[in-house]
């Protein structure tokens, strides 16, 4: 502002003697608030917060608490001067070092046009882009503008979500994919094996690896199951459901049901929950064995029998659980916002892809044991 065309700043305060000299650059005087006004000759800049503006009037003046803005609270007090409103979108620091980030636009509004043009040549003669957006009653607006944080999210946001629904929405798609990353490399191997016509000959070292890796990540996928089935029994804790579910019964109250509940919903969330408590059930029989102690009681077809066979029983319970979760939501258009699948649907890809194979050679044998019962009947 000393670099202006305004010939002189002066600093008012209520204390002047309190405040440190090399705070302003030199040319700067600083006095009492009194003295500071009485002095101007072309611009008062109020840079206090409205709750103090008192002091500017030198007494407790009860202002009017109503939906005024605050620089139309300025215009009630001091009722012979012109209110122009501007500069509360740029920071202190953009005033003190520059605008350098962030936008350079300067609302500006004001009742008196003269004022409100010192003020945009002013706001113009710093650096800043000044727009004149109107009247005083337009401060309101202005006043709104710097606390607005990206109005195009939509009106209600969901952050509050992040920390449980979120998590647990991240978590056992996490749980199902690593899981299935447990059993593909088998299925791989299997495949190596039946295209070179001999199991005596070495997989290329990604497969190795990757079949080495088996164990941590079926203890990863575990850990994160635990910690889904934690987040789960504490989704109705949350202050949120409460409250969903006192607007539900809100509603329903006033539309007159006197039950709302769904058999089929009813049907699904039973299914679910069942599918996943039972996959859980057999993943932990998994993560005991692994313990070398446990496992060592075994003999090798103990061993493979439950972390090969209970394995793909803990799969399949977990790609039913989810596919009882998702039901039929998969199949109505609200479930693809900005044509992007839902999250379970892509968890869903890979388990899907493991157990394909499988559930083929199952249809097969059926049908082999079906035309053989049905030739011994013949
Ligand atoms: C909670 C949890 C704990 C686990 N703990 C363990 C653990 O302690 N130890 C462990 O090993 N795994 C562990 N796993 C991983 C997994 O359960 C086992 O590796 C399981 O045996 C994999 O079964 P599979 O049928 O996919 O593969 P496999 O039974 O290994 O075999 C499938 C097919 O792949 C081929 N094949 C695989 N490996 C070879 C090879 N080396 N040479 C030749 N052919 C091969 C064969 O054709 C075979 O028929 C754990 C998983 C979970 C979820
Ligand atoms: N800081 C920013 O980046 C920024 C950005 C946009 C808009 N604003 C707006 O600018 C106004 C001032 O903000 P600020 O950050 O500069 O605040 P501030 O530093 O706390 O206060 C500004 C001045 O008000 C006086 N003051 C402080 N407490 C007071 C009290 N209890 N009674 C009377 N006067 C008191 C002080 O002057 P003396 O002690 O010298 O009298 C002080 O220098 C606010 O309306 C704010 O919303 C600030
Ligand atoms: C004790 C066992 C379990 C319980 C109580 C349980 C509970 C739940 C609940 C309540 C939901 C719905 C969450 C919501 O409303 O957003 C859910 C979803 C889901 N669960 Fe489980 N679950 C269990 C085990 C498992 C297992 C073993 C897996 C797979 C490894 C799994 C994978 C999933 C997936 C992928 C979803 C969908 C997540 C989403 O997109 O919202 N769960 N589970």
């Known amino acids: 502002m000393p670099q202006s065309p305004l010939p002189r700043v002066v600093v008012g305060s209520r204390n002047p003697n309190r405040i440190d000299r090399g705070l302003f650059p030199d040319g700067v005087d600083i006095r009492s608030q009194k003295e500071a006004v009485d002095s101007a000759e ?50 202190a620091w953009a005033l003190q070092a520059g605008v350098h980030d962030g936008s350079r636009q300067v609302l500006i509004c004001s009742d008196c046009s003269t004022s409100k043009d010192t003020v945009l040549q002013l706001a113009r003669s710093m650096g800043f882009s000044p727009m004149d957006v109107g009247g005083l009653c337009q401060s309101r607006d202005i006043e709104e503008a710097p606390l607005i944080l990206f109005p195009s999210w939509g009106g209600q946001n969901n952050f509050h979500q992040l920390p449980l629904v979120t998590m ?34 070495r997989f290329p070292r990604w497969l190795d690896h990757w079949l080495c890796r088996r164990k941590q990540l079926g203890l990863l996928s575990f850990l994160c199951v635990v910690l889904h089935a934690v987040y789960s029994m504490c989704l109705t804790l949350r202050r949120a459901a409460g409250y969903t579910l006192l607007n539900a019964a809100y509603h329903q109250v006033k539309a007159d049901v006197e039950n709302s509940s769904v058999g089929q919903q009813v049907w699904r969330s039973d299914l679910y929950l069942s599918c996943g408590i039972l996959g859980f059930g057999v993943l932990t029989l998994l993560a005991i064995t692994s313990l070398p102690s446990v496992g060592n009681a075994f003999n090798w077809r103990e061993f493979t ?57 199952a ?8 035309y053989c019962q049905y030739l011994i009947k013949a």
């Open 168 to 201: 647990n929405e991240t978590l056992p798609a996490v749980a199902l994919v690593t899981l299935a990353l447990v059993y593909l490399p088998g299925l791989v191997a299997a495949v190596f094996q039946l295209c070179r016509g001999t199991k005596y000959k």
């Open 363 to 370: 249809q097969f044998y059926i049908s082999c044991f079906l």
């Open 42 to 91: 072309r611009v008062v800049f109020a840079a206090v917060y409205p709750e103090h503006y008192y002091t500017l009037v030198g007494s407790a003046t009860r202002l009017n608490s109503g939906e005024q803005s605050n620089a139309e609270k300025l215009a009630e007090l001091f009722p012979e001067s012109r209110v122009v409103k501007g500069f509360n979108v740029i920071s």
């Open 305 to 361: 029998f439950v972390q090969s066979g209970l394995g793909y029983t803990a799969l399949t319970l977990s790609i039913m659980h989810t596919l009882f979760f998702g039901w039929d939501f998969a199949f109505f258009p609200v479930a693809y916002p900005y044509y992007l699948p839902p999250m379970y649907l892509l968890a869903l890809i890979l388990p899907c892809i493991v157990l394909g194979p499988w559930v083929v050679i």
